[in-house]
């Protein structure tokens, strides 16, 4: 199903400055009709090159962060479980165990 221009011109007016930016880095990936929706709803906000590259580097910057933030994480809980109460750890590890042999047994019966 093929998505209007006029639709394209919709869902564009609704994004932020920074998610137009990071759909204008990936315009060469675009139909034509959202191209050129993309280039007119630019165009409609006076957002210039420069801008564009600006918000976009800001967009990346801002992943960049949420990525770190995520290995942070889940570095603090695999530090959590391997440093934290023995009791707990093999609690886990059981835990564990045994949700894979029910998985198991679960599967070798279908």
Same mark, same amino acid.
């Given at each position: ?6 639709? #394209? ?8 400055? =920074? &998610? /137009? +930016?990071? #759909? ?5 990936? #675009?139909?034509?009709? +959202? ?19 600006? $918000?976009?580097?800001?967009?990346? =910057?801002?992943? +960049? ?6 290995? &942070? !994480?889940?570095?603090?809980?695999? @530090?959590? *479980? ?7 750890? /093999?609690?886990? *590890? /059981? $835990? #564990?165990?045994?949700?894979? +042999? /029910?998985?198991? $047994? *679960? @599967? @070798? !019966? !279908?």
């Amino acid at each position: 199903m093929q998505t209007s221009q006029q639709d #394209l011109s919709q869902t564009y007016r609704n994004l932020s400055d =920074r &998610e /137009i +930016a990071s #759909l204008h880095a990936e315009i060469d990936s #675009l139909t034509n009709d +959202a191209r050129a929706a993309l280039v007119s709803e630019i165009q409609r906000r006076g957002i210039s090159g420069a801008h564009l590259s600006k $918000l976009y580097a800001s967009e990346l =910057r801002q992943e +960049a962060k949420f990525d770190q933030r995520q290995r &942070e !994480h889940r570095k603090s809980v695999a @530090s959590y *479980i391997l440093r934290g109460d023995p009791k707990w750890t /093999i609690i886990t *590890i /059981i $835990l #564990l165990f045994a949700a894979c +042999a /029910i998985f198991a $047994l *679960i @599967s @070798s !019966h !279908h």
